[in-house]
């Protein structure tokens, strides 16, 4: 369960240091090419292929061509996916990408907002994109420290047990009768304070 809230905080590590998901440059891949396949002589095979996947979408089979009209939709390009034709491949790829990192913003903003795990990352956030300390703290441990803190991902019993059952697998090994979440850590843990007031 550590696995997952690490993939998790991963992901908006990734929105720490500015990164978009690489899933927007191969979705943006597919479209290019789905266009190429638009504009091929019905003799070429690929067109051909592709005509009989798109008779297969239309008969309730999933493959490759349901996933780019599921991603026409998805973006709101409804209209483009029934007229199988683009005007103008440059400018529909512009505004693909745009509407690809609209939903990804919103959806990352929408996720920090709902979850209780990310409460202290609300707290310090600084909206979508690079957060200032990734370039301003320049020793490494101290930076990798911080971001592990703000995204809830530090190796300490409260997030290590965060999907876990018992509770008191959360409490602090010098403080038993505590939890150890960052708070805990920061403030007023007495072992830790030795670290933070060196």
């Not at 696995?3 to 990164?19: F, H, P, S, T």
């Not at 190429?36 to 490759?64: C, E, F, H, I, T």
């Not at 991603?71 to 693909?96: A, M, P, R, T």
């Not at 020793?139 to 008191?168: D, E, H, S, W």
Request: aromatic letters at 12%; a positive charge; charged letters at 25%.
């Amino acid at each position: 369960m550590f696995l997952k809230a690490v993939q998790d905080g991963c992901q908006i590590y990734n929105v720490e240091v500015g990164r978009y998901p690489l899933h927007i440059n191969s979705s943006l891949k597919c479209l290019k090419y789905w266009f190429r396949l638009l504009q091929m002589d019905v003799n070429r095979l690929p067109k051909q292929a592709y005509s009989m996947m798109l008779l297969q979408d239309q008969n309730g089979k999933r493959n490759w061509v349901t996933e780019i009209r599921e991603l026409l939709s998805k973006i709101g390009l409804d209209h483009v996916w029934f007229n199988q034709s683009i005007n103008n491949i440059n400018v529909f790829l512009v505004e693909c990408k745009q509407r690809l990192l609209d939903i990804f913003v919103e959806d990352w903003s929408s996720k920090v907002r709902s979850s209780d795990r990310y409460s202290l990352y609300r707290e310090f956030t600084e909206g979508f994109g690079k957060a200032s300390y990734v370039e301003e703290l320049d020793i490494y441990c101290f930076r990798v420290a911080l971001t592990q803190i703000r995204v809830g991902v530090l190796p300490i019993n409260k997030n290590m047990n965060r999907y876990g059952l018992n509770p008191k697998a959360s409490m602090c090994p010098f403080c038993n009768d505590l939890e150890e979440d960052h708070k805990h850590l920061l403030q007023s843990c007495p072992v830790y304070a030795v670290f933070y007031q060196s």
